[in-house]
Nanobody, 115 residues
């Protein structure tokens, strides 16, 4: 059974930075693409960034170039570094990966940007 666990969320002031981690068990992240999504209160969930199995990355326009995603194959962890955070970045952040047609989600980690 695959499990994803996000960590690193918290409270930060505008202009600050946070680094989120997505740790996996039961699945090797380097063989699948991994994406970060977020959902703000009262809004639909939106895609944030992806790192493909081959290492290519992609970002939503709203976070590019402030966010950076990468994968540590030895630790089986995907990291999302977020800089220049703004109140509109406030959301629960989730990591996801798909294997054999099934998509796995973590429980999410809360990011709150407030003065």
């Amino acid at each position: 059974q695959a499990h994803l666990v996000e960590s690193g969320g918290g409270l930060v002031q505008p202009g600050g930075s946070l680094t989120l981690s997505c740790a996996a068990s039961g699945i090797v992240l380097s063989t699948n693409g991994v994406a970060w999504h977020r959902q703000a209160p009262g809004k639909q969930r939106e895609w944030v960034a992806t790192v493909a199995s081959g290492g290519a990355t992609a970002y939503a326009d709203s976070v590019n170039p402030r966010f950076h995603i990468w994968r540590d194959n030895e630790r089986n962890v995907v990291t999302l570094q977020m800089t220049s955070l703004q109140p509109e970045d406030t959301a629960v952040y989730y990591c996801t990966t798909t294997r054999r047609g099934r998509t796995y989600w973590g429980q999410g980690t809360q990011v709150t940007v407030v003065s």
